[in-house]
C-alpha cells in the first residue's frame, strides 16, 4: 500500500492533513473521500462511512519515501532498514538496561542487563515487527522512545541540562514515528515514583515538561484530525468510547503481558468471539497461568529492588495505551522493555541466588525458573526465524491474480474506460487489485466496485435499463467482511443509500441479524454500455469470467462453486 501510495500515477490523492504523503491517513473519515475510495475499490460498498484510520507519523512516512527514492524495487533493502533499526534498539536497550541499576547494585542486580539484552533481542514475539515493512514506526518509535529515556536517566544522574533538552527531542521524535510512541511517558512515570531519591511527587515534577509535551502533540494530532473512529475492529478510541475500552481493557492486558512471558502470540486472543470463544478462551486461560507463575517468582523481587519495581509498573503502564488496539505481538516493544528484564531478573535470582531472594521456597523457585529460562533463552530464540517468516506466509495468504485481470486486459481494450462490478473476489485480493496494478505501472480502470466478496450463491437480475438486482440470502457482510463495519455499532436498515460515483447502491432487503441479502445498484449510464464489464471471480482457475449482463427482467446465477 505504502509503495502504491507514493507513486506518481497513484490515483488516491494525500488528503488535507499534516501528513507528508498521507501513507498512514488516507482512510480519513471523511464521507466524500470514503466513497471516492470506494469507487477505486480500495473499499467495499458497505464500508462505515465515518470510518478513520488517520495517523500522523511523519518520522516514518520520511523512512518510506527514502525506500521509494533509492531502492524502489528492492525488498531486501527495505528490510535492511528495519533491521538495521531493530539493532540500533537492541544495543539502546542495554544502555538503558545499565543506566537504571542503582550507582552500588547487587552482584544479582549487575548481571540483569546483559541478560535482559539477549532477552528482549531474541524474543520470538518481535519477529513479525522487524519483518513486516509496513509496521517499521513501531521500530522508530521504540528506538527514539529509549534514547528519551537514556538521556532523562543520564540528566537525573549527572544534572547536565543539555540531556534533558535530548530527552524532550527524543520523546518528540517517538510520538512523530506512531502514537504508541506516548508509552515512553509511562516509564518516565514509573522512574519519578520508583526511582527518584527525593520521592515521587518532586520525581513527578521533573517530567511536567515530558508531560506538557505530550499533551501538545495530543492536541495537534486531534485538531489534525487524527486517530481512529468507527474502527472498532482493530481500534477504540479510549478517550470516544471510555467504557468500551474498559470493557476489554482487561482481556487484552492478559493478551499482551501474557504473549510477552509466554509463548503464544498475543494476536491468537484475538479469536474471542462468535464460533471461536474456546481457541481464544484458552488462550486467554493460559496466558493468565503465566502471567501467575512469573509474579511469583517476581513478587520477592520487586519487594527488594527499587529498579525491578520500575521496570514492572513501567511494562504495566507502557501496556495502557496500546490496549486500545487489537492485541498483536507488533505493539510488544516496549511492553518487553520491563518484561525482559523482570525475566532476566527472575532467571538470575531463582538460578543463581535463590537462597538469598527465596529462602526457604528456593528449590521450588529454582523448578519454576528452568521452564521459564527454556522460554526465553531457547525456545524463544529458535521461534523468532519462524515468526519473522510469517509475514511471508501471511503474504502468501494473499492471491493477488486477481490485479492481472486476466483475460480481461488482452480483449477488453482501453481498460481505463471500464466500469468494472466485481463479485465473488476474496475481500483481501479485491481490495489489492487496485494498489497491485498502481505499483506494477498497469492502467486502472475508470470504475472498480467491489460488490460481493464471499463465494456463495448470488442472483443478479436486470429490471431496467440502469438497474441491476443482486440477491444473496448469506448476506453480503460476513466474517472478515465486517472489518471494515461494525454492524451492531453502525448496523444497516432498508432504505440507505451509498451514492457512489456512477451508481448507487441501495439496501432492500436484510436478514434478522442485519446483514443485507439484496441491494439494488443504479447505475448513471446505460448497462447496455461497453464499458460496463461484470466480472465473476473464478476461484479454481484464477480468472476472470466476463458476465454478459442480462436482459431486462432476466436473471444471472453465480453458483457458490463460484463456476
Known sequence: MHHALLQESSPIQKPQDLSLFGLFSFVNG???????????????????????????RPISEI????????????????HAQNIAWYLLLIYLAHILFKSSLPNKASTLSASIPILAMLIYGLDSSHGFTVSWIANRNSLIAATF???????????????????????????SLSLLSAEFGISTCAYLGAFAIFMDKN????????????????????????????????????????IASPLLFLSTLGERLVALIGSQWGLIPAEVFGFIGPGNQVVGNVAL???????????????PLLKQYAHIRFWFFGMLFAALPVCSAAPHDRVLLFIGLGGSYCAAAIIIAALKHAQEVYGKLAPAARLTAYPFALTHLVLAPLLMPMMSYSTKI???????????????????????????ILFNVPIGSALAITTTRVVQNLPLPSKLWVISTTGTETTVSRISDNQLLANKPSGFITGPEQAT????????TVGDKIPLSGVTIEIIKISPQGHPTEILLTFKDSLDSADVMLLNWNSETKDFLKVDIPKVSKQYIFLASDK
Open 30 to 56: 471523511d464521507t466524500a473521500r470514503t466513497h471516492k475510495l470506494m469507487d477505486l475499490g480500495l473499499l467495499p460498498w458497505w464500508t462505515n462511512p465515518d470510518l478513520k484510520y488517520a495517523f500522523w
Open 63 to 78: 523512512t518510506h519515501w527514502v525506500d521509494h527514492r533509492f531502492w524502489p524495487s528492492s525488498p531486501a533493502l527495505m
Open 145 to 171: 522512545g529509549v534514547s528519551s529515556l537514556i538521556f532523562y536517566i543520564r540528566w537525573y544522574n549527572q544534572d547536565r541540562h543539555f540531556d534533558y533538552i535530548l530527552s524532550l527531542v527524543f520523546l
Open 199 to 238: 520521592g515521587p511527587i518532586k520525581g513527578l515534577t521533573y517530567i511536567i515538561p515530558h508531560a506538557a509535551l505530550t499533551g501538545l502533540w495530543w492536541l495537534i494530532y486531534k485538531a489534525g484530525n487524527f486517530g481512529a473512529a468507527n474502527a472498532d475492529a482493530y481500534y477504540l478510541d479510549p
Open 285 to 299: 486461560i493460559i496466558g493468565a497461568v503465566f502471567i501467575s507463575l512469573t509474579l511469583l517468582l517476581l513478587t
Open 394 to 420: 501471511w503474504s502468501a495468504q494473499l492471491d493477488l491474480s486477481p490485479a492481472l485481470l486476466t483475460g480481461i486486459d488482452s480483449t477488453e481494450g482501453n481498460i481505463e474506460n471500464k466500469q468494472i
Open 485 to 492: 463495519r461494525n454492524l451492531q455499532s453502525k448496523p444497516i
